[in-house]
Structures are given as C-alpha cells and as structure tokens.
C-alpha cells in the first residue's frame, strides 16, 4: 500500500503544476527570512526591550514597514513566483517563447480575485490570509496564459529594436488580455451570484462555516486544530481562515479562568486559544519545533539539516513559514501524517494533564510568538508548564522521527533516479560524438549536474 501510494506520489511530483507550486513556495524564502526577523523583533517578549521599542517610534516604524512590504503582502509573493516557476518549466519542455506575461497575469488574477480595489477592502487579505487562493491563482492564470502563447501563429515584428522586448510585449497582449478577461468575468460572476464580493471572500466564507460547534471542549478543541492543519499542509492560512471561530469559542477561556481565579475559585476551561498556540502548536503549524529538533538531532541529509540550522531561530518564537516552505512541508505527502497527528497528540497529553491537576490550567494570555518553555510557564504560572512543553516537544520529536526518515529515503530514491537520467544523457551524448556541457544543459538535467558538481 505505503508503495503503491510513493508511485501515485512521485508520478504527481512530475507534474510541472505541483512542480512549480513548490518551487514557487521555495523562492519566497528570502521575503519570509526578512518578514519573520522583523516579527521577531516587533515581538520580542521583553519588558526592557518593549519599552525601549516604544521610545523609539522611528525604529518601530521602520520594523512595520518591512514588515508590511514582506509578510504583510506575502500572497502577492506567491502568486508571482509560482506563475514566474510554471512559465519557465514550460519554456524548458517545449521550448522558449515569451514567458514574460505570465508573472503579470498571475499579478492581475490574484489582485482581482481577492477584490483589491473594492470598498472596504483590507489589506490584511494580501497577507497569508489568501495564500491558497494566490497559489490557484498563480498557477492557473500561467497554464492558461502559455498555452495561449503556445497557440499563437508566428510572432509579427512590431519594431527594429536590438533586443526584441517591444516585439515580446507585443506579441503577449492578447494571451494577456484573454486571461485577465476571464479572471475579472468569473470575479463578477462571483458577485453578481452570491452574496460575496469576489473569489476569495467566497472561500473564506465557506470555510468558516464548516465549524458549527460553539463550546470550547477537548473535542472542539480537535476539530480546531486539525482542520486548522489540513489547510496549512495544503498552503491555506487554517489560523486566518478559522479566526472567528478562535475568537468566539476559545479566545474567552483564559479570561473566565483568571476571572475565577481572582474571585478564589478554580478555573473554569482547560482548552482555550492560548492553550493550544503555547501546548499543541509548537513551533508553529504542525508543531514544526519536533520536526526540527528531528532534523537537527537525527537528519541524515545535509541540505535539510542546512535549512533547519536556518529556520531555527524563526521556528524558537513559532514562526514555521521557512520550515513549511523551504523544506518543503506543505504538499508533501510523506510528512502528512505527522503533521496532522503530532499536534492532536500533544493537545491530548496537555489536556490530560491539566486534567489530573499535574499542570495549572491556562490564565494569561501571551503572544503566540512567545518562545517555547518560557510560554509555558508564563501561561500557568508554573514551572510544570514549562516541563509540560518539553515533553510534547520530544514526545512530537519521537513521533516525527520514522517519517522523517521515510522523507529521507525517499528522497534519496529520487535523486538516485535523476542521477542515472544525467549519466544515460551523458551516455547518450558520448556515443553519438556530441559535445555537451552538463551544468549548462537545461531542465532537471542540468539542475542535477550543477548540484553534482
């Protein structure tokens, strides 16, 4: 079966749409690197370093601007880049013609599709809110725009310029104009049909109201979190999508039990928001922290281990994006499983054991980006708070470990079978007396022998 279904997925992993999502998700490293530095910054969970922050409204200013330009916009990254990677594995497979449009279109689809422009609208949407619809689109509005390009007749010359750019702009306005038509005529459809205004607002619409429960209980507190990291695997922001829920049915339960509290009692809820950001989540989404501490404990592969020593410090104040994306965890089928289970898994064990009055119960609220071990025993009030994270932290670890090493090996198979494509190439090559450069070559190939080498 765990063989039939690595077929299914390796088969999918050469599909130039799945190809080109991950590959785009891995070119916004760089604008997660920086987004996530300034959050840590914004939110350092020092009252010395808070006040200092506060005097200088300059430097606080210039934080949120980066911020706002990075993480704040983060979906329009995407869409970009993976339009941007889908155009150029077009170009490698069936040859080159102009895939200059396509960053442009996938621009113009996005924007329209989460209703910029509109009234009221909040820009709080461009951010990882509408990451699964900035991924769509992407990819969508460049499939259609080279295959359209594809189609053309030969390109008329426009101009005598040296470098031929008019004649390339040119020659894309119509493939460009079809695409953004189509785009804005379903926006419309959208809104003239329902009561949304536009693609996005309609499928955060629907997600929210998959979540009908409304009392803040262990199983409503299982359903949270594992719808919350169904989505994330498959690159929707499930904390923004499912944020009213958090809001109505969990965010109060740290105020009823400090309340209860105060007035002598015991408190009242042990599942609360706070609960699961600090208890479940470690890490982030997934409860990457484990995964982490995997890697850099029992990772057998260099370039994850290089990645994990990279996103360490982000991923010490929960912030996953690197991990998510550069390893890749999103949309990789061999890392699923413990993504769902290991947060369900830590959420059980710190019920349990709020439950059996070994651990306090949740009475302040902090940061989600509040470093592990020291959130725990913030949030209680105790040190057994602190020990209760470290012991989801290697229990995640544990839990982490065989999948990670099915990752591993999998991995390994792949670049075995690119290894020997290369060498049947080279082969090919030498027998037939043609003189090749590898590391030049394009495609795979030559993404291979430049790794080689």
Same mark, same amino acid.
């Given at each position: 079966?765990?063989?039939?279904?690595?077929?299914?997925?390796?088969?999918?992993?050469?599909?130039?749409?799945?190809?080109?999502?991950?590959?785009?998700?891995?070119?916004?490293?760089?604008?997660?690197?920086?987004?996530?530095?300034?959050? /840590?910054? %914004?939110?350092?969970? =020092?009252?010395?370093?808070?006040? !200092? &922050?506060?005097?200088?409204?300059? *430097? @606080?200013? +210039?934080?949120?601007?980066?911020?706002?330009?990075?993480?704040?916009?983060?979906?329009?990254?995407?869409?970009?880049?993976?339009?941007?990677?889908?155009?150029?594995?077009?170009?490698?497979?069936?040859?080159?013609?102009?895939?200059?449009?396509?960053?442009?279109?996938?621009?113009?689809?996005?924007?329209?599709?989460?209703?910029?422009?509109?009234?009221?609208?909040?820009?709080?949407?461009?951010?990882?809110?509408?990451?699964?619809?900035?991924?769509?689109?992407?990819?969508?509005?460049?499939?259609?725009?080279?295959?359209?390009?594809?189609?053309?007749?030969?390109?008329?010359?426009?101009?005598?310029?040296?470098?031929?750019?008019?004649?390339?702009?040119?020659?894309?306005?119509?493939?460009?104009?079809?695409? /953004?038509? %189509?785009?804005?005529? =379903?926006?419309?459809?959208?809104? !003239? &049909?329902?009561?949304?205004?536009? *693609? @996005?607002? +309609?499928?955060?619409?629907?997600?929210?109201?998959?979540?009908?429960?409304?009392?803040?209980?262990?199983?409503?507190?299982?359903?949270?979190?594992?719808?919350?990291?169904?989505?994330?695997?498959?690159?929707?922001?499930?904390?923004?999508?499912?944020?009213?829920?958090?809001?109505?049915?969990?965010?109060?339960?740290?105020?009823?039990?400090?309340?209860?509290?105060?007035?002598?009692?015991?408190?009242?809820?042990?599942?609360?928001?706070?609960?699961?950001?600090?208890?479940?989540?470690?890490?982030?989404?997934?409860?990457?922290?484990?995964?982490?501490?995997?890697?850099?404990?029992?990772?057998?592969?260099?370039?994850?281990?290089?990645?994990?020593?990279?996103?360490?410090?982000?991923?010490?104040?929960?912030?996953?994006?690197?991990?998510?994306?550069?390893?890749?965890?999103?949309?990789?089928?061999?890392?699923?499983?413990?993504?769902?289970?290991?947060?369900?898994?830590?959420?059980?064990?710190?019920?349990?054991?709020?439950?059996?009055?070994?651990?306090?119960?949740?009475?302040?609220?902090?940061?989600?980006?509040?470093?592990?071990?020291?959130?725990?025993?913030?949030?209680?009030?105790?040190?057994?708070?602190?020990?209760?994270?470290?012991?989801?932290?290697?229990?995640?670890?544990?839990?982490?470990?065989?999948?990670?090493?099915?990752?591993?090996?999998?991995?390994?198979?792949?670049?075995?079978?690119?290894?020997?494509?290369?060498?049947?190439?080279?082969?090919?090559?030498?027998?037939?007396?043609?003189?090749?450069?590898?590391?030049?070559?394009?495609?795979?190939?030559?993404?291979?022998?430049?790794?080689?080498?």
């Amino acid at each position: 079966m765990l063989d039939k279904v690595d077929a299914l997925f390796a088969r999918l992993e050469e599909v130039m749409a799945f190809q080109a999502i991950r590959q785009g998700l891995i070119l916004t490293i760089p604008v997660l690197l920086v987004g996530s530095f300034c959050l /840590i910054f %914004l939110n350092l969970p =020092l009252e010395p370093y808070q006040d !200092a &922050l506060a005097g200088a409204p300059h *430097i @606080e200013g +210039l934080l949120n601007f980066v911020y706002n330009a990075t993480m704040g916009i983060f979906s329009l990254y995407v869409a970009v880049a993976v339009a941007l990677r889908y155009a150029n594995a077009c170009a490698e497979r069936h040859g080159a013609f102009f895939i200059q449009g396509a960053p442009f279109v996938a621009l113009a689809a996005y924007l329209m599709s989460v209703g910029f422009g509109a009234e009221g609208f909040d820009l709080v949407v461009l951010s990882t809110r509408s990451l699964f619809i900035a991924i769509v689109c992407g990819l969508a509005s460049s499939v259609l725009y080279c295959r359209l390009v594809r189609l053309r007749r030969a390109p008329a010359l426009y101009g005598d310029t040296l470098d031929n750019v008019f004649n390339q702009a040119v020659s894309g306005l119509l493939p460009i104009a079809a695409v /953004i038509a %189509l785009f804005a005529a =379903l926006n419309a459809a959208v809104a !003239a &049909l329902t009561a949304s205004s536009c *693609i @996005e607002q +309609l499928f955060f619409d629907g997600v929210s109201a998959l979540f009908p429960l409304a009392t803040a209980t262990l199983g409503s507190g299982l359903l949270y979190l594992l719808l919350n990291n169904v989505m994330w695997f498959f690159g929707i922001h499930g904390g923004n999508m499912l944020d009213s829920v958090a809001q109505s049915v969990f965010v109060p339960g740290t105020a009823a039990n400090a309340a209860a509290l105060a007035a002598g009692g015991e408190p009242v809820q042990i599942v609360t928001k706070t609960f699961m950001d600090v208890f479940a989540s470690i890490g982030g989404a997934g409860a990457l922290l484990s995964l982490l501490a995997a890697i850099l404990l029992f990772g057998r592969r260099r370039s994850a281990r290089r990645l994990s020593a990279f996103a360490a410090v982000p991923m010490c104040f929960n912030i996953s994006e690197i991990m998510l994306f550069g390893l890749p965890v999103v949309w990789n089928p061999a890392l699923f499983v413990p993504f769902i289970v290991v947060p369900l898994v830590n959420m059980v064990v710190a019920y349990g054991a709020m439950a059996v009055g070994l651990v306090p119960p949740v009475v302040v609220d902090v940061s989600w980006t509040t470093p592990p071990l020291v959130g725990g025993y913030v949030v209680t009030g105790s040190p057994a708070g602190a020990v209760l994270q470290l012991v989801c932290i290697a229990l995640g670890t544990v839990l982490y470990l065989p999948f990670l090493r099915r990752y591993e090996r999998l991995a390994d198979d792949h670049a075995r079978v690119q290894y020997e494509a290369l060498l049947a190439s080279f082969q090919d090559d030498e027998r037939a007396g043609r003189s090749v450069e590898l590391v030049a070559a394009a495609g795979s190939l030559g993404a291979v022998a430049r790794s080689l080498a």
